[in-house]
């Protein structure tokens, strides 16, 4: 069967055969994929830059947003059944006796780093026709959202970080109101935390450098929350806007997400979701930040990976988004291409949410 | 009645005679205060660096770290008794119906920033002989920590930092174990975190510029803990003295707080109390810091102030250290001067914690 893999060794990045998977335990489910998202990763991983094949294997098979079906299960799954729509969970848990979060089935915690991840680390991805999965790592996906259904996975970062605040916001004592929230970035994770927000009824400003007029911007404002251009108004002054209650950082840049702290209100939450690539240092007052943090009791935390709990989270979230701004979410995906034009879309970023279509 | 009050229009510093205060309401408590201690906010205020008097008053009477004893109640008062010992709360709430915190009485989280601080800013503080206060802001103090219950203030810092941690780790499912913590700077408020931090069975290492052979080393060696001193250890190498699980920072100092950063586990949580007082940027690698917060799932907060409840916490906590560490909680009052000679003492810090005895 075919698969869209990588050599890194070699600098190689092509679709190859590969022998189909067989159930081999019994909560093994064969799964048809059907659609694979691209993300940034996929793309880092594309241009060599990242991204580890299995032990002994020298190519590595990508993808981990996965959409696929139930074809057969093994005798002891429970959950599951052919003709099921599922999602399939990236990280797989270390191994160490010692890892509380591993142990608790909680790896997107993992303490020892020696988890595997699959389509990125250590273990073959989605793209590819079949493959095959313990019921314990596939969560099912409603048929209502059996179109937007590839977007499960990168909507598990916005859900996780929603459950993290929601335990985190209970250390006061009051239910808060009229809250405003700053989204920092238009990609696929910032507007999926937009459409969270806005879904809450917070008052949401999204900030970015698309601009006002631009695909991203029409889709910020077509779910009620405002879209800010960095070509308007520039980081120094992003602070005019607020103060926010929340920052939901989606950019992937430190300048940008430490030098709108001054836009936190007391009590705010910065939220950290972008993973910087920059390794230029530059100045910025940090005494400053400092003060603020402490003086308005203010926190940053920040998030990465998901594990089951957290799919299931973004499930119902997604089903949530379906009744409320169903156009919205189905103008993310803007692109639908088969598995052989996938190389060449990876080498160039275009739309927001690009999706591979293996079987449909 | 003798009083310590700066007057900032003059730049005067001095003992001054104040009418006594009388009991107006039917919650009112008279105070005879007997204790107060001194802090970095009080020697600010004493240069004229900081504090606002009352509105209509050109002076401000200092002091905000009160360990008093009840002399008279009103009517009302039904938690308080001729007698007793009380520590004095200080913030007191804003008026503003907006304020969530404020009414639900958090003024530590007030979010309009119009609250007043006794002996701070906008009412007189406790360094005087008699202090009258509505019985919601006292908390009483048992005999048994009488000659340190002074301490109870200054703990607040650490109570509250504790009790926000214990809600916040309640994201993970799992029970924190063997957990590693670093406490940064070994003021009076690094030396009660790492007391904290002890009592609750964690491995510690107090990092802090005085030299390995000092009375503060001293005292964090004699709780169990470990003291790295600065002048062995430079910053940039702290990070081989972790992983930490917890970092509770207590010097005040930018460079150090995010410097040391790279020192923090997976998961781990870094608390910041102190209010660093630099202006001056300085170059730090935040694209690594961020990526780390990102990937490792870390979380960094700020803590200021305290309200009764976190009083009351801070009461049980010093009960708690003075059955565990006695010798080493009284070791940290280091020097105990009447009020006349306060002023000459605020001029020059010196020893861990200075406190003013008014009345003994």
Not at 167 to 181: Q, Y
Not at 272 to 294: A, C, H, T, W, Y
Not at 311 to 331: K, N, Q
Request: hydrophobic share 45%; proline share 7%.
């Amino acid at each position: 069967m075919r698969a869209l893999a990588v050599f890194p060794a070699r600098r190689e990045f092509r679709i190859v055969d590969v022998p189909a998977p067989v159930l081999k335990n019994e909560a093994d489910v064969m799964i048809r994929v059907r659609e694979v998202g691209i993300c940034g990763t996929d793309r880092e991983i594309a241009a060599f830059h990242y991204g580890t094949p299995p032990e002994g294997s020298e190519s590595l098979v990508i993808g981990h947003e996965a959409l696929g079906e139930v074809l057969e299960v093994g005798p002891s799954v429970r959950t599951l059944k052919p003709g099921d729509l599922v999602a399939i969970t990236v990280r797989r848990p270390c191994t160490e006796k010692s890892c509380p979060a591993c142990r608790a089935g909680r790896q997107d915690f993992c303490v020892t780093g020696r988890y595997r991840e699959r389509g990125i680390t250590q273990a073959h991805g989605f793209m590819t026709e079949l493959v095959v999965e313990d019921e314990r790592y596939l969560v099912r996906v409603p048929p209502t959202i059996r179109d937007v259904g590839v977007l499960v996975e990168p909507l598990t970062v916005v859900a996780k970080a929603s459950i993290e605040l929601g335990m985190i916001l209970r250390r006061f004592p009051w239910e808060p109101v009229g809250v405003k929230a700053l989204v920092l970035g238009a990609g696929p994770i910032g507007l999926l935390a937009a459409m969270m927000l806005e879904a809450r009824g917070m008052q949401i400003v999204v900030y970015s450098r698309e601009p006002a007029a631009s695909p991203r911007a029409d889709l910020v404002r077509s779910i009620g929350a405002r879209y800010v251009s960095a070509d308007e108004t520039p980081l120094n002054a992003v602070s005019t806007l607020g103060p926010f209650d929340l920052v939901f950082e989606a950019a992937g840049n430190a300048r940008v997400a430490f030098g709108t702290l001054d836009a936190l209100a007391p009590n705010g939450v910065c939220i950290l979701s972008g993973i910087p690539g920059g390794q230029s240092p530059f100045e910025i007052d940090l005494n400053g930040i400092m003060r603020n943090i402490v003086l308005k009791n203010q926190m940053i935390f920040g998030t990465v990976n998901a594990s089951r709990s957290t799919f299931e989270a973004s499930v119902r979230e997604l089903e949530r988004f379906m009744t409320i701004f169903p156009d919205a979410v189905r103008r993310l995906i803007t692109h639908r291409v088969s598995l052989e034009e996938t190389p060449d879309l990876l080498r160039q970023a275009s739309g927001i949410k690009q999706v591979v279509v293996v079987a449909s």
